[in-house]
């Protein structure tokens, strides 16, 4: 195996090209594993957790860049997740443990592609794009639809940014998993609602992980919310309209019963914070 | 074989390792830290907890080439002139040590949490020492000795 540390994306991108049997390396959470366990025996290993130019968040304009190698760590440390985006700091916050997050990267979690990645939830909502770089240029991709496996990643391609709007909405996250620390999520749920004056639901999004074979958008969910007032009532009959999803998507899985009860909570849970931290509280 | 190197507690190293060697490797066969423990080997336990440029990393997930150029410290540079640092010997008045597996590593956590945060609250040192499994003191006095150690002058 020859071992590469890359020192920009300019030169990690010539060295996929020129190997045609590499694996990428930044946190290696995932990838030594797969290494030691013999399931990838790649001709060439490139290291990417020391290229500046994939780090960090920045706000232009409108939009908030973060870079594929920026560490859960440096999300959850972040002053810009502190309020209307809270929901993606909790998300990342929740992963493994700290030794996980100082490692750990948020391209790495996309590009894995595990249906109980807890950062692909509130990215979903945040209608997230994924850019891509290669030698024949940059291509860029909603994550949405790169999760719809057909749009994954190119052998020669580097993830290099996640590109969303800053909404207007209030970012949630919650994830149940048998501990808090170092567990996998059992299932999670992200929401992003902006309400009008009227507390109406002005915009809904909603993303679920491991409801499925990959994370998703929950499109019934939100369109059964959209325009109504979150109440006790509109709550409960979310809850149903997502069991009935996952009744048709889980069908015949052995997990299905267990995830159809708790996903009520979760849900519910998800949403009943959003009417509590709402400022006029509907009684 | 690649060369690398690396500062370990405060001295700088140059070894020449095999392209697929974990920095946990590294650490404790060139280099003799036998203080850094190998657990689980999958990110799980925490045994192998080091610092490394500030933040603590589980050294049996990074590749020892991934730590070229980075400043480590590993439990058997806590200790100065003989005296063992404030968080080891509140682990010893305490009695949070048992078999003493997970310490090093648990100890290396609590060092980068009052690093970053000189007085945190009873919940603030639990999360801290969330990544550090230990399978015969139930926790409590650990908690305790970080507790005690809180708010030590750390002259290094």
Sequence with gaps: MIVHRGKTIEEVIELLAKYKDSKIIAGGTDVILDIKDNKIFPEALIDISSIEELKGIELKGDFIE???????????????????????????????????????????????????????????????????????????VKLEDYLKSKYRIKEHE????????????????????????????RMSIATLIELDEEEKVKDIKVASGSLGRYPMRELEVEEFLLGTILGEYTVDEAVNILQNAMEKRLKGRPTLPYKKRAV????????NQRIRSSRRVIS | MIEIQLTVNGKDYTVNIEEDKRLLD????????????????????????????????????????????????????????GQLHPIQQAFID??????????????????????????????????????????????????????????????S
């Design chain 2, 26 to 81: 590294v650490l404790r066969e060139d280099l003799g830290f036998t203080g850094v423990k190998e657990g689980c080997s999958e990110g799980e336990c925490g045994a192998c907890t080091v610092i490394m440029d500030g933040k603590t990393v589980n050294s049996c997930m990074v590749m020892g080439f991934q730590a070229n150029g980075s400043n480590i410290v590993t439990i058997e540079g806590l200790e100065k002139d």
């Design chain 1, 66 to 140: 973060i870079g594929a190698g920026t560490t859960f760590t440096e999300i959850a440390e972040d002053e810009i997740f502190e309020k209307n985006l809270h929901g993606l700091k909790k998300a990342c916050k929740l992963i493994g443990s700290p030794q996980i997050r100082n490692r750990g990267t948020v391209g790495g979690n996309i590009v894995n592609g595990s249906p109980a990645a807890d950062s692909i939830p509130p990215l979903l909502c945040l209608e997230s794009t994924l850019i891509f770089e290669s030698l024949e240029g940059i291509r860029k």
């Design chain 1, 264 to 271: 009520k909570s979760l849900l519910k849970e998800a949403l």
């Design chain 1, 158 to 185: 580097l993830l290099t940014k996640i590109r969303f709007k800053n909404p207007e909405g209030l970012l949630n996250f919650i994830k149940l998993a048998i501990r808090k620390a170092l567990a996998i999520s």
């Design chain 2, 94 to 155: 305490i009695g949070a040590v048992q078999c003493g597996y997970c310490t090093p590593g648990m100890i290396l956590s609590a060092k980068a949490l009052l690093d970053k945060n000189p007085n945190p609250t009873k919940e603030e040192i639990r999360e801290g020492i969330s990544g550090n499994l230990c399978r015969c003191t139930g926790y409590s006095k650990i908690v305790k000795a970080v507790e005690k150690a809180r708010g030590y002058e750390d002259e």
